[in-house]
């Protein structure tokens, strides 16, 4: 009796982890007429696979298709499959797979420090509820954009392990499509599983490695513009991965909580906030920043008699400038009340016309 068995591996890499190698294979051993479904992952991330099987003849020691998430620096043994009847067995298996933990649950506890140091200040920009123009998916929805000068430091927003980086682009951002794939970018997986992602990095500026734990704090990176990026910023998010009803995998943010100060103040993120990380000392929740203060305009109707008996009218318009309007309003109602007169006596001297002009508009007898 002879059984061929005909297998083929196909492995599937969501874009949406920015595509890279990453140590993870599912490999087939023989053992006598099994063949033993082996997932090996030799990096320091955790995996989620799906592994399905098709052909003829085919008996398996576990349900079919096969989803497992496989921790860091580890093998896991998937399934066994065997000929299900005396024959011919034709056997082909798939699987795709995805950095990140599909059970992962988001600690609701966790805050996270804002990524960049001790005394820096920069505005938050897109933010989930604000104008959104391109974290339109759902791997980006919750995601945080900080404008921020090229080559500022970045750092871990909380204890974790680098799982993946990249740093090999080009400081050529732009938005066009053809640079979604071309981000510098470090991912840090927490206990709980999420993973905090930092995108947009400067050309050769991610400075840990796959495998490296970094506490909240530690500097990671520096900020650039590069892949679909319009100008120098950092892209944050905190991410799970997913799989669909059509068994693909996916990231997916999630709402976050920045915080700040010692003991922790935490607060959402929200477009046009101005942070300023401070972690010495007990801090205040980060507030807009106060527009400046617009000049104040007031305008009077001086009424000037003329020679032949009628009235004019002239505008007179006052500005103050933005610096004296604070110093203005707090004066005592009857200071205010002598300027206003004095003001307008002294614009009502200057306009009304001299006794010798009238006299030589007068007819001589």
Same mark, same amino acid.
């Given at each position: 009796?002879?059984?061929?068995?005909?297998?083929?591996?196909?492995?599937?890499?969501?874009?949406?982890?920015?595509?890279?190698?990453?140590?993870?294979?599912?490999?087939?051993?023989?053992?006598?007429?099994?063949?033993?479904?082996?997932?090996?992952?030799?990096?320091?991330?955790?995996v989620s696979v799906?592994?399905?099987?098709?052909?003829?003849?085919?008996?398996?020691?576990?349900?079919?298709?096969?989803?497992?998430?496989?921790?860091?620096?580890?093998?896991?043994?998937?399934?066994?499959?065997?000929?299900?009847?005396?024959?011919?067995?034709?056997?082909?298996?798939?699987?795709?797979?995805?950095?990140?933990?599909?059970?992962?649950?988001?600690?609701?506890?966790?805050?996270?420090?804002?990524?960049?140091?001790?005394?820096?200040?920069?505005?938050?920009?897109?933010?989930?509820?604000?104008?959104?123009?391109?974290?339109?998916?759902?791997?980006?929805?919750?995601?945080?954009?900080?404008?921020?000068?090229?080559?500022?430091?970045?750092?871990?927003?909380?204890?974790?392990?680098?799982?993946?980086?990249?740093?090999?682009?080009?400081?050529?951002?732009?938005?066009?499509?053809?640079?979604?794939?071309?981000?510098?970018?470090?991912?840090?997986?927490?206990?709980?599983?999420?993973?905090?992602?930092?995108?947009?990095?400067?050309?050769?500026?991610?400075?840990?490695?796959?495998g490296q734990r970094?506490?909240?704090?530690?500097?990671?990176?520096?900020?650039?513009?590069?892949?679909?990026?319009?100008?120098?910023?950092?892209?944050?998010?905190?991410?799970?991965?997913?799989?669909?009803?059509?068994?693909?995998?996916?990231?997916?943010?999630?709402?976050?909580?920045?915080?700040?100060?010692?003991?922790?103040?935490?607060?959402?993120? !929200?477009?046009?906030?101005?942070?300023?990380?401070?972690y010495g000392s007990?801090?205040?929740?980060?507030?807009?920043?106060?527009?400046?203060?617009?000049?104040?305009?007031?305008?009077? !109707?001086?009424?000037?008699?003329?020679?032949?008996?009628?009235?004019?009218?002239?505008?007179?318009?006052?500005?103050?400038?933005?610096?004296? !309007?604070?110093?203005?309003?707090?004066?005592?109602?009857?200071?205010?009340?002598?300027?206003?007169?004095?003001? !307008?006596?002294?614009?009502?001297?200057?306009?009304?016309?001299?006794?010798?002009?009238?006299?030589?508009?007068?007819?001589?007898?």
């Amino acid at each position: 009796m002879i059984r061929s068995w005909f297998a083929a591996l196909l492995f599937i890499l969501s874009p949406n982890t920015f595509a890279g190698d990453y140590p993870f294979a599912v490999n087939g051993v023989r053992n006598g007429v099994q063949t033993i479904l082996i997932a090996s992952n030799r990096g320091p991330g955790t995996v989620s696979v799906h592994l399905d099987v098709t052909g003829s003849n085919i008996g398996s020691n576990r349900s079919l298709p096969i989803v497992a998430v496989v921790p860091p620096n580890s093998e896991m043994e998937l399934a066994r499959l065997f000929p299900a009847h005396p024959g011919t067995s034709q056997l082909q298996w798939t699987t795709s797979f995805m950095l990140g933990n599909i059970n992962a649950q988001a600690d609701p506890q966790a805050l996270y420090r804002l990524p960049y140091l001790d005394g820096y200040s920069f505005t938050l920009g897109q933010s989930p509820g604000g104008h959104i123009t391109t974290h339109l998916t759902a791997e980006s929805r919750d995601a945080v954009d900080i404008t921020m000068p090229e080559g500022t430091p970045i750092i871990a927003v909380r204890d974790g392990v680098v799982v993946r980086t990249e740093a090999r682009f080009a400081n050529q951002g732009a938005l066009d499509p053809a640079m979604l794939d071309k981000a510098n970018y470090v991912e840090i997986e927490h206990f709980d599983g999420t993973i905090a992602q930092y995108a947009h990095l400067r050309h050769g500026g991610v400075i840990v490695s796959p495998g490296q734990r970094v506490m909240a704090g530690d500097i990671i990176s520096y900020s650039g513009s590069t892949g679909y990026s319009g100008g120098p910023h950092l892209h944050f998010a905190i991410q799970v991965t997913r799989m669909d009803s059509h068994n693909k995998f996916s990231r997916v943010s999630m709402p976050f909580m920045f915080y700040v100060g010692t003991p922790a103040t935490a607060f959402k993120s !929200v477009e046009g906030l101005l942070a300023t990380a401070d972690y010495g000392s007990r801090a205040a929740i980060p507030k807009m920043p106060i527009p400046p203060p617009q000049a104040s305009q007031s305008t009077a !109707v001086v009424k000037v008699r003329q020679a032949s008996g009628q009235e004019s009218g002239t505008k007179v318009k006052l500005e103050i400038s933005g610096p004296y !309007v604070d110093f203005i309003a707090g004066l005592p109602g009857w200071v205010l009340y002598a300027g206003t007169v004095a003001v !307008v006596l002294l614009v009502f001297s200057l306009l009304r016309p001299k006794e010798d002009e009238y006299s030589r508009n007068e007819p001589r007898l």
